[in-house]
């Protein structure tokens, strides 16, 4: 052994080849923390000092090869001042360059994921050989970023400027053989040949059967391309690339501006280039905020892995009521491996729900997702019912009948009763207490909320509801199930609404207080689109449908008349009252036409103007400015509101329900983290103008103490 480090060690095998291994300690997977560069350092350091080397190789001693860079350091890396980023990445970047100056051949041995640093350290060899599960990729501008150790200099050099713009700018992982095919890696081997086939692969190199000096000549010379294809490659990606990912997320046009900027420069030069870029593009909030949600979809995940810690999946679920979501959840089920009895009191309804799941079903074999053969065994595993017959053999119940609490609480005692004892029964309720369902049950302990969101198969949130009763035990049963359906559960302590309700209603009585002060509802909708939301609160209220959001509103109010409920008559009643129901009978705020490819296209009509004119009380001036905050005080204060009264754990928790939940903007990581960087002093401030409407916009104490106390909801990492 030359080299023994804790990530790294350095060996030399038969012939003159040096291995270098990295191979993390006590970690699953390998990824660069600062402990993993600083020895990647030494290793090349020892490697420099061997005489008679022929070649290297760089390898995984893991059950992979590597994730990049440790992205839990990235926030405190953030911190750094442009200029002091720049000379960390061109102090890593020497390494990686010193890798690839070695004067003999390298080839690296892929055995798994290589992405972002792991792909560009594979890079820096001259060949890479992937196992055929392999995938590679540079996924940084989903992060906010751009590769920054030399991946926008060394990929575009060796796949050509097209591919490596659609590689950086999507931040796709590319599979082993698409990567071969483009030339980003020289071979595709069985898996656990991968060691031996690179090996093989720098004895070729070695005896001078592939031209390695030639291949690292054109990494490190400047890209052949002329003035004029540069200016047409890079100038219209970056025209498209800016369309699609849209102002708030400016990576993807940097890193092809990095590529650009770097093209007809030597490689040291190009490195420098995209140092800065890098650095300009790690001070952005957007970088801080999208490196925020992944910490907190990982804290997530480990938080669910607690939890289930000594729970059992469930082998076989049943869903009742075969209507929107109850169709939605059996599909779920069903094709995440969990087989599912669909119970309805209709036999029509049974047949909508296996039509509804064979359509979805149909679009993922249309776009090659899923194989004919797949498709029959997951509708075979959804049994339609009308009795509870086979309910002995359920280990997992959700109860998705209509939102009725007398009907709710006759249909659980019935299910319970045909039920195993150990069986967990959860109801899909929005808007009734999980604790007063537990009344009609006999075992409540193993009774729980289970909250989806429509469309199931697209929305990534279940909120997992614990009632007065619930054990913990089916609190992880909920979670497990949840996570074997592939969605994110988080766990949220029973109150109306749950998390994600309680805190959108005060948002839409913001909104029903902007009309009133003569607020146009389509100025609305687009000021709050332009903030981020993927729709504003008229539109949103039409998808959801009036009469849902009314009734909901109705239950909210009556719970919380201090901030949720309305004196006199508001938009959403009256809407409701004219039976415009929004989406679903084709008006609501807008009307709704097909377009070309039959989906619903709203249109502005003065119907909608006419209804919400008698509504308003006066006519204030108001900027967008005074918009966003109007809506999203509400949202903040009962966000606030839940924290402090338990519902959820911990702020990360509230910040991702809303980003998987309602679709709240990824680029400001949730409605703490917004809080946090607005300032709760600015925020309050603002506030205090709307205070003649009520507590809607009065801050907590608890939020008053903090505010003076100068602390923040995140205080440093994502939990
Ligand atoms: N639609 C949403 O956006 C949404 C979102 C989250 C939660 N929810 C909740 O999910 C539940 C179902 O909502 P939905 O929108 O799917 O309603 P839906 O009206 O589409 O479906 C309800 C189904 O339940 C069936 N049903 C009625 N009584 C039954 C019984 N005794 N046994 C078995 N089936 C019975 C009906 O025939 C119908 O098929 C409600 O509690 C609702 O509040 C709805």
Redesign the pocket.
Known sequence: MLYQGQAFRVEMLSEGIINVVFDLKDQSANVFNALALKELNEALATVKKQSGVQGLLFSSGKDGFVFGADITEFLQHFKKTEEEMKSWLLSINAIFSGYEDLPYPSVAAINGFALGGGFEIALTMDYRIAGSKAQVGLPETKLGIIPGWGGTVRLPRLIGADHAIDWVASGKYNKADEALKLGAVDGVVDDAKTFEAALTFLHRAIKGDVDWKARRAQKTSPLRLDKIESMMTFEGSKAFVAGMSGPHYPAPVAAIESMQQGARKTRDEAITIEAGIFAKMAKTSTAECLVQVFLGDQYLKKVAKKLTRDSTPTKHAAV?????????IAYQSASSGVGVHM????PG??E??MNEAAKLLNKLVEIKKMTPDKMAKVIASITPTLSYADFKACDFVV??????EK??K??LA?TEAALPDNAVLA??????SITKLSEGVKRPENFIGM????PVHKMPLVEIIRGKKSSDAAIARGVQYAAQMGKTPIVVNDCPGFLVNRVLFPYFNGFLFLLEDGADFQKVDKVMEKWGWPMGPAYLLDV??ID?GHHASAIMAAEFPDRMGFKGVNALQVMYEQKRFGQKNNKGFYEYELDKKGKPKKVVTEAAYSIVKPLIKQTAALSDEDIVYRMMLPMLIESARCLEEKIVASPVEVDMGLLLGLGFPPFRAGIFKWADMVGLEKLQSEAKKWQHLGKLYEFTPTMLEMMKTNQKYHAGGAQ
């Open positions: 009742l009521g075969a209507g929107i979501m109850g169709g939605g119970k309805d009191i209709t309804q049974l909508l729900g109860e998705a009948v209509v939102e009725n009907v709710k006759a249909v019935e109801s899909n309720t929005s808007t009734i909250h989806f969101f429509n959801v449908g849902t």
